[in-house]
């Protein structure tokens, strides 16, 4: 499976921003999809994932309230919508695909987990 993501770009502090990631490939629905950020000189951190039926989710301490992640598998597509964003979630955001459905019952959170990736969408956020 191929991943494109998009949808990043400047906004102020409290603003909000939806991300997507458009996926090419007839099996999109067998993947997890997850959100990863990786802020300049940090670590590339989980974000949130949803399942391939879209029914399970799960989300970073450090976004739950404030970020919903959802798909759309008629359209091949993941979305992140990202509400009062602050200048801590500046940062790159990726998409991956996972073809472990879970781990121990849970969407998994580990970068090393995804197998495939797709380029990354810039997210500023001003204070």
């Known amino acids: 499976v191929q991943l494109q993501a998009s949808g990043g770009g400047a906004v102020q502090a409290g603003g909000s921003l939806r991300l997507s990631c458009a996926a090419s490939?007839?099996?999109?629905?067998?993947?997890?999809i997850g959100w990863f950020r990786q802020a300049p000189g940090k670590e590339r951190e989980f974000v949130a994932a949803?399942?391939?039926?879209?029914?399970?989710?799960r989300y970073a301490d450090s976004v739950k309230d404030r970020f919903t992640i959802s798909r759309d598998n008629a359209k091949n597509a993941v979305y992140l919508e990202m509400n009062s964003l602050s200048p801590e979630d500046t940062a790159v955001y990726y998409c991956?695909?996972?073809?472990?459905?879970?781990?121990?019952?849970?969407?998994?959170?580990?970068?090393?987990?995804?197998?495939?990736w797709g380029q990354g969408t810039l997210v500023t956020v001003s204070s």
């Open positions: 949803v399942s391939g039926s879209g029914d399970d989710t």
């Open positions: 991956a695909a996972d073809r472990t459905k879970s781990y121990y019952g849970q969407l998994g959170d580990n970068r090393y987990y995804y197998d495939y």
């Open positions: 490939g007839r099996t999109f629905s067998n993947y997890v």
